[in-house]
Nanobody, 123 residues
Framework: QVQLVESGGGLVQAGGSLRLSCAAS????????MGWFRQAPGKEREFVAG????????AYADSVNGRFTISRDNAKNMTYLQMNTLKPDDTAVYFC????????????????WGQGTQVAVSS
């Protein structure tokens, strides 16, 4: 049974930083591309960042490029999202996702999802 468990969310002031973690189990982690998505109240789930399986090439949404960094540790089955210079607009539930296929920005491209972790940024 595949499980993705996010942690590290919380309340932070604007300009602050958080590091999200995603622990994966039940899958051959190194064969999956990993992504982070977020969903704010009343909005659709949107792509934030992605990282490929082995080489670790990355992609970012324009809104977070230069502020967020995605990484992975295949030995520990972990994916991370370092978030710096946080803004109130970053407030959302953040989800970790895994794909066996090509890394993409669409929700439908990912087969497995975590339950999410809440990030709140105060102004």
């Amino acid at each position: 049974q595949v499980q993705l468990v996010e942690s590290g969310g919380g309340l932070v002031q604007a300009g602050g930083s958080l590091r999200l973690s995603c622990a994966a189990s039940g899958l051959t982690f190194s064969t999956y591309g990993m992504g982070w998505f977020r969903q704010a109240p009343g909005k659709e789930r949107e792509f934030v960042a992605g990282i490929t399986r082995i080489v670790g090439s990355t992609a970012y949404a324009d809104s977070v490029n230069g502020r967020f960094t995605i990484s992975r540790d295949n030995a520990k089955n972990m994916t991370y999202l370092q978030m710096n210079t946080l803004k109130p607009d970053d407030t959302a539930v953040y989800f970790c996702a895994a794909t066996k296929g090509l890394l993409g920005t669409r929700v439908s491209a990912y087969e497995y999802w975590g339950q999410g972790t809440q990030v709140a940024v105060s102004s």
